[in-house]
């Protein structure tokens, strides 16, 4: 299907979220879109047919990245920063016509994030975007140290991972990131979901609008409604004179992360679905239906798909929020970043206290890659933090260590089972391994429960157990 007319291409480019800036080969301005006043803060309308060039003497830019494209006939990205303080990162596109003159140039701009900021500054550190297959503008190689970075641009937390199964996580997530699906990210407490969802909103289209995070564990049972979708004045007793918005509203244009999903009541799951299918709220105390335009992604470190067999969560609600699941791998399904991470949250402790360098010796970490990690990076930080406070020798040892830690290889070397003969060694571990998670799959009430008994990610537990099917020793 084609455009009728140009009149109605202008049509979509104006009203497109993307912003971006159309200029002839004397950096003339000849088209702009709303999207691009909005975020620079000014109005363009007075400058359409002029040169680039008043725009930056009269201040209102720090530069043009078009009319440096045009003059060097290459594709430019860099940061410009308006007369009222926005930072934009822009990237100009020469259009080379066949006699090799420039025509046009295209300039799209974008809010310059935190992250992209960094990469700027910080631009020999790049990862490299064909060694990694990851967004070189997003994250950051930390060459020193030999680990990627992302940072959180709704908190001081970080991602920091060089783990396989970890850059292919965000190599997803970058995907997603550009696409309106329904994402549910599942991982245990500790793992990062909220840096992802972070991570994911950031790098979309709707990285200049609110991200919401909700955690619908923390709100009491009789405001979930009013908190999710907001109420109107004197709706009931107690509440504001003036209404309030509720999140929905709050993230409109934006992306809302719905953590903890899984503790929703079942009544409110029902309003949520209703949301979900027509993208539009009602207020309590309102009848009237209002529009919301927002991305939802959801979290849980729950088996919803248990649940749902259980009748605990609505089987309708669940499909439509598992679109695209992905899993966030627990730290002991990734023991290569434990050392990234002593190291990293060591540096980032003593730097917030301004302590004198402190060491963690080789032999503690190498004792903790047998630990089991039930609270992850989250139990490693507050590991970490705890040992450096409380030691005041220079180099943190094994006998600065208590309990969980202290024992945790001791209680994987214990004799627990008696061998009789010796065989094949990869058959025997294979068969071993297939009767544990068998034993653990039927001892245990649900999915979750045996992964948190075998200690293994709820992917590795399905892999497993379709294993055990396949092989007629567990019942279909």
Request: aromatic share 8%.
């Amino acid at each position: 299907m084609r455009l009728e007319n140009s009149q109605e291409l202008d049509t979509i480019l104006k009203h497109s979220r993307d912003a971006f800036l159309v200029a002839d080969n004397k950096g003339h301005i000849l088209f702009f879109n709303s999207a691009i006043e909005e975020l620079s803060g000014f109005s363009l309308k007075e400058y359409l047919g002029k040169d680039m060039n008043i725009l930056v003497k009269k201040g209102l830019i720090s530069r043009s990245t078009a009319l440096e494209a045009i003059n060097k006939k290459e594709t430019i990205t860099g940061e410009v920063e308006t007369i009222k303080g926005k930072k934009l990162l822009v990237t100009s596109s020469p259009v080379i016509e066949p006699s090799g003159r420039v025509g046009r140039v295209v300039s799209n701009v974008r809010g310059l994030s935190v992250i992209q900021k960094k990469m700027i500054e910080n631009n020999s550190n790049k990862c490299d975007p064909a060694k990694l297959g990851i967004d070189d503008r997003v994250v950051y190689y930390d060459k020193n140290n030999s680990y990627y970075v992302v940072q959180s641009q709704s908190s001081n937390e970080e991602l920091v991972f060089k783990d396989n199964s970890m850059k292919k996580l965000v190599e997803l997530v970058l995907k997603l990131s550009w696409v309106e699906s329904t994402v549910l990210i599942y991982g245990e407490t500790g793992t990062g979901k909220e840096l992802i969802a972070d991570l994911m909103h950031n790098c979309s289209p709707r990285a200049n609008y609110p991200f919401v995070k909700v955690n619908c564990a923390s709100i009491p049972v009789n405001l979930i409604e009013s908190e999710l979708f907001g109420y109107e004045q004197g709706s009931f007793t107690g509440a504001s004179k003036q209404g309030k918005k509720g999140y929905f509203e709050q993230a409109d244009k934006g992306t809302l992360l719905l953590d903890e999903i899984a503790e929703l009541p079942l009544e409110v799951q029902a309003k949520l679905l209703r949301v979900l299918q027509d993208k539009k709220i009602n207020k309590v105390g309102d009848s009237t239906p209002r529009p919301v335009d927002i991305r939802i992604i959801a979290a849980t470190n729950r088996n919803l798909e248990q649940m749902v067999k259980e009748k605990k969560f609505r089987e309708d609600l669940y499909f439509r929020l598992n679109v695209v699941p992905i899993e966030v791998p627990p730290l002991r399904d990734r023991v290569s970043d434990i050392p990234v991470l002593f190291h990293y949250f060591s540096k980032k402790c003593m730097d917030k206290y301004g302590m004198h360098e402190k060491e963690i010796s080789p032999d503690v970490i190498e004792h903790l890659l047998k630990y089991p990690w039930p609270g992850n990076v989250r139990e490693l930080a507050n590991l970490v933090e705890r040992i450096l406070v409380t030691t005041s020798s220079e180099t943190a040892t094994l006998a600065h260590l208590f309990e969980p830690y202290l024992s945790c290889s001791s209680q994987l070397s214990s004799d627990k089972f008696s061998i009789y003969g010796i065989y094949p060694l990869k058959e025997t571990v294979d068969e071993f391994e297939l009767t544990m998670v068998k034993k653990a799959v039927e001892q245990s009430g649900t999915y979750m429960e045996a992964t948190r008994v075998l200690g293994i990610s709820l992917s590795s537990l399905m892999r497993k157990v379709k294993k055990l099917k396949n092989n007629k020793m567990l019942d279909q």
